[in-house]
């Protein structure tokens, strides 16, 4: 990976993080303005705050720090009523990140250990590696199948099968959502997809990484195709 696009996309990240609290801050000076107790509550409750910290690092009176804390607490109900009286437009007090695991900024910290959030891995991804065959996933996904276009009508001696193509792709739809559902399940297989161009393989690879996506998942899509008599193999493998 090109260092520089790493450091340009938590440039991104920065702006957008920034943005998103920016916004989020004006919101809540307004809210302020319309409702003046709850200014005096956060105030309230930032010396109460500051006052438990003072003495957990003086004296550690237990008892003390104690009955701050029950303060504290009334004081938030006391605002939680007031912005549930207030309705959806309390919600905007709160940045609105465009990822709720990593705030925006491209890492989680779990257990005093920090890892790259998906989505930083996944616009990473995009950009070194997807690109182009990234527009046309978003457009590709199971909303979008239409099975009309598989015919209704078994024919075993020109599909090897005693059942209709569309009673076929259901099946192999089936078997897709089975493994998205299972994804996480180091017991369940990878698939693979075989078969002739213009049967519905690229399309299926792309609904299966838009439900992993939706997840949260990181896919690196492309496609590794081998030419046999028009044959192409789409392999779906867990990285």
Same mark, same amino acid.
Request: charged share 30%; aromatic share 8%.
């Given at each position: ?13 920065? !702006?957008?993080? !920034?943005n998103?609290?920016?916004?989020? /801050? ?8 319309? +409702? ?14 500051i *006052? ?17 804390? $029950?303060k ?6 006391e605002?939680?009523? %007031?912005?549930? *009286?207030i ?12 990822c ?5 900024? @491209?890492y ?11 989505? =930083?891995?996944?616009? %990473? ?5 997807? &690109? *182009?065959?990234?527009?046309? =996933? &978003? &457009?590709?996904? +199971? ?11 078994? /024919? ?26 299972? +994804?996480?399940?180091i017991?369940?297989? /990878?698939? =693979?997809?075989? @078969?002739?161009?213009?049967? @519905? !393989?690229?399309?299926? *690879?792309?609904?299966?990484a838009?439900? =992993? ?10 496609t ?6 028009? $044959? ?5 493998? !867990?990285?």
């Amino acid at each position: 990976m090109d260092n520089t696009t790493l450091k340009s996309l938590l440039i991104e990240y920065d !702006k957008k993080r !920034k943005n998103a609290e920016d916004t989020a /801050n004006r919101y809540k000076q307004d809210l302020y303005e319309k +409702f003046p107790d709850l200014l005096e509550i956060d105030k309230k409750i930032n010396t109460l705050a500051i *006052s438990t910290m003072k003495e957990i690092s003086q004296n550690g009176d237990k008892e003390l720090v104690s009955n701050l804390n $029950v303060k504290i607490d009334a004081l938030k109900k006391e605002k939680d009523a %007031i912005l549930k *009286s207030i309705g959806k437009e309390a919600e905007l007090i709160h940045p609105h990140y465009e990822c709720s695991k990593c705030s925006d900024t @491209g890492y989680i910290t779990e257990n005093n250990q920090t890892r790259m959030c998906n989505c =930083l891995k996944q616009r %990473i991804y995009d950009i070194e590696y997807n &690109k *182009s065959n990234m527009s046309a =996933l &978003k &457009k590709q996904n +199971f909303e979008t199948l239409n099975l009309f276009v598989y015919s209704d009508k078994a /024919n075993i001696d020109k599909y090897n099968s005693d059942i209709s193509p569309r009673e076929n792709m259901k099946l192999i739809i089936k078997i897709c959502h089975d493994f998205i559902d299972n +994804f996480d399940d180091i017991e369940n297989k /990878n698939l =693979l997809f075989t @078969g002739k161009t213009g049967l @519905g !393989k690229t399309f299926l *690879s792309s609904c299966i990484a838009n439900e =992993l996506l939706k997840k949260g998942k990181t896919v690196l899509y492309h496609t590794a195709s081998v030419m046999l008599d028009t $044959v192409i193999d789409y392999h779906f493998r !867990k990285i």
